[in-house]
């Protein structure tokens, strides 16, 4: 521009800043996707704890984790059910869980269930570890037998 000769750099320099938010925004969405950080949406959360307080034979959940795998979420979690329960049963139970979270939330694409069983009053001084309250082989295959 007549006059201006200044004006030109300059434009090129404001254009150039642009560029650089917006490339450092996208690339800075794009890195927090790889690391699989947590998904903020407290909405999600709350469906996810409604969803199992609605599910049959949980007695807790625990150790929930959130991510994000392109325009859809992960889902992990860990629920404790009654520890004499059978493993099937336990699983028809984290089954229902997976269903019914994805019915509540359609951007979840996948929903991964930890079972572990839970103190309960059939093992009141047991804590929640899954080591003190599974009872030995050997014990059980006893029991199997006499039966």
Known sequence: ???MPWLDPVSGLLVSAFVAKAGSEIGWAALQEIMER???DDEIRL???EAAAATAGIVRTNRLR???M???ELVDLRVEVDPLISMSAAHNIAKHLQN???DA???IAEVFVHIAPAASAHAPEASTECDELMRPHAEVEREVRAA
């Open 1 to 3: 521009m007549a006059g």
């Open 38 to 40: 947590a998904v903020p």
């Open 47 to 49: 469906a996810i704890d």
């Open 66 to 68: 959130t991510r994000r």
């Open 70 to 72: 392109g325009p859809y």
């Open 100 to 102: 019914h979270i994805q």
């Open 105 to 107: 939330v359609p951007s």
